[in-house]
């Protein structure tokens, strides 16, 4: 039994620039999608979302293999609120669950996985999942620039220390293709949409952010 532990814990390897983000997919949420993206790819990191593999294998298996895959892992509770549908309207149970199977991964799984919370609104948290108690939750207060202010912070020992301001350019970049992007597939929330975005973030990150130029 202890053999097999040990060999499920070191399988499979994470990428220490993969950053897995759970955030809603829906259209108010897209600002905050992009200055997730736009972001992270200012701190040299490859974010990695669900939506980019695509395919039949089951949505959870593929939540473990991203979050087993990556160093970092980033969980946006800021929608756990009712949806606006006329009947059996429900929270949004998968944003709490991923951070859920994230801290399990790095208790037993690989300890040097980093997972970090962000939210809305101050103490919501406390409210709405009080076994976190104890955790710094990153309020973003549903702005871009709270998203980069607060991933200042969660970062702040990484190697790349991008500025706000730099984060807010390689943004605007991508907010210029996001438009581009969304005329031609109609949404930001799909395989290549995805991977289209990221290129353009990463693309602008490394002109727009000084310490990732070559």
């Known amino acids: 039994m202890a053999t097999q532990r040990s060999q499920r ?4 390897r994470s990428d220490p620039y993969s950053a897995f983000i759970n955030v809603p997919y829906d ?3 897209e ?3 992009l200055a997730f993206i736009a972001g992270l790819s200012g701190f040299g990191l490859l974010p990695r979302a669900v939506l980019q593999i695509p395919g039949s ?31 059996m309207p429900t929270p949004r149970f998968n944003m709490p669950f991923e951070p859920g199977l994230a801290v399990a ?6 300890r040097k996985h980093k997972w970090y919370v962000f939210e809305g609104k101050q103490y919501r948290v406390a409210k709405s999942l009080s076994d976190l108690d104890g955790t710094q939750i990153y309020i973003h207060a549903n702005k871009p620039i709270g998203v980069f202010r607060q991933l200042t912070n969660a970062l702040a020992r990484t190697k790349h220390r991008p500025t706000v301001g730099e984060l807010q350019a ?12 969304k005329g031609d597939f109609a949404t ?11 290129y353009v973030a990463w693309k602008s990150a490394k002109k727009r952010v000084a310490s990732l130029h070559p």
């Open 9 to 12: 814990r070191k399988s499979p």
């Open 27 to 29: 259209p108010q949420y």
């Open 31 to 33: 600002p905050l999608y």
């Open 57 to 87: 294998q089951r949505r959870l298996d593929r939540l473990f293999g991203l979050i087993h895959s990556c160093q970092y892992s980033f969980h946006d509770l800021s929608r756990v609120e009712l949806d606006t549908a006329k009947r």
């Open 105 to 110: 991964w790095a208790q037993e799984g690989d």
């Open 170 to 181: 390689v943004y605007r970049d991508l907010q210029k293709a996001a438009r581009s992007i």
């Open 188 to 198: 930001l929330y799909d395989t290549r949409p995805f991977l289209d975005l990221l």
